[in-house]
């Protein structure tokens, strides 16, 4: 009996310089299908180089646009995959080993994360395994989460895959601070819409909560000045998204002003720029 074909399926958005790596690790699907939220890079270009089907659609949530892309898979099993990652060839060899004779009890697997920051793969400070349901029955699997964080929901048992893919989250710091201010931006949202008020409390204790967690309780103390770093950066995550729910829910008819794009503080900023 043939094994099952897999559809492995990504969205995209301004991905031209790292989007190949990834598409070349996936040469055990049989099928590859990218969402794309109107790059205007050469994403698309690369993307159908190695016969993707490319869909363009305006980015709404991380949720949707990953539930959009699994609804136009053809094939039994999918894998899901970021643009940022890569599947080591041992993974893709244990895909196959496993596709070759899967039970029928089986509907999916979860495959550990390894991250590459700061120049060498970090494997303390609860940053690994960090795994991740990404390859499941297409007839099993839901989509759900909160933006920015979709996952891969299946009605039924999951096995754990050994073999890690690789990724490559953050170019630098800087790079990890921005993504840090969006996603605290996105994370406070989806806590005021889940009627979950700001507390000094959190204020408060979640920075050093997250901290000593990440620092001590994760060894992250293991990896010298990366540990320390990465842990500094973990804390003011956790700090930001409770910070800026209080200052949106607090602060809004007074900010509100200040945020127009006719506001004298963008209008400085742009004449900044220009100089």
């Known amino acids: 009996m043939n094994p099952p074909k897999i559809s492995a399926c990504l969205m995209v958005t301004q991905e031209e310089a790292v989007i190949r790596p990834c598409l070349e690790s996936l040469s055990f699907a049989d099928e590859i299908v990218v969402i794309d939220g109107f790059s205007t890079d050469r994403t698309r270009e690369i993307c159908r180089e190695f016969g993707a089907i490319v869909v ?7 949720v949707e646009q990953r539930d959009f892309s ?3 898979t053809r094939h039994p099993w999918v894998f899901c995959i970021d643009a940022d990652e890569r599947v080591t060839p041992e993974l893709a060899a244990e895909i ?3 596709m070759s004779s899967v039970p029928d ?8 994360r390894l991250t590459v920051h700061l120049g060498r793969a970090i494997r303390q400070g609860g940053w690994y395994p960090d795994a991740k349901v990404r390859l499941a029955r297409r007839s099993r699997l839901t989509v759900v989460g909160v933006t920015p964080h979709d996952r891969i929901s299946v009605s039924g048992e999951v096995r754990p895959l050994k073999n890690p893919m690789i990724h490559l989250s953050y170019r630098d710091l800087a790079h990890h601070i921005e993504v840090v201010n969006r996603y605290t931006s996105a994370m406070a949202r989806k ?3 889940g009627g979950r008020g700001p507390t000094w409390w959190g204020l408060v204790t979640s920075a050093p909560f997250k901290f000593l967690k990440m620092f001590v309780l994760k060894a992250g103390f293991k990896e010298g000045t990366r540990g320390f770093i990465l842990a ?11 910070a800026k729910q209080w200052e949106d829910e607090r602060l809004r008819d007074d900010l509100e002003p200040y945020r ?9 900023s742009n004449d900044a720029d220009d100089s």
């Open 96 to 98: 196959r080993e496993w």
């Open 70 to 72: 699994v609804a136009l």
């Open 105 to 112: 009890s089986v509907d999916g697997f979860s495959v550990p």
């Open 260 to 268: 127009r794009d006719d506001s004298p503080f963008h209008q400085q």
């Open 232 to 242: 500094v950066v973990g804390g003011f995550y956790a700090f930001l998204k409770h």
């Open 56 to 62: 363009r659609r305006r980015f709404r949530s991380h």
């Open 191 to 193: 806590r005021s819409e």
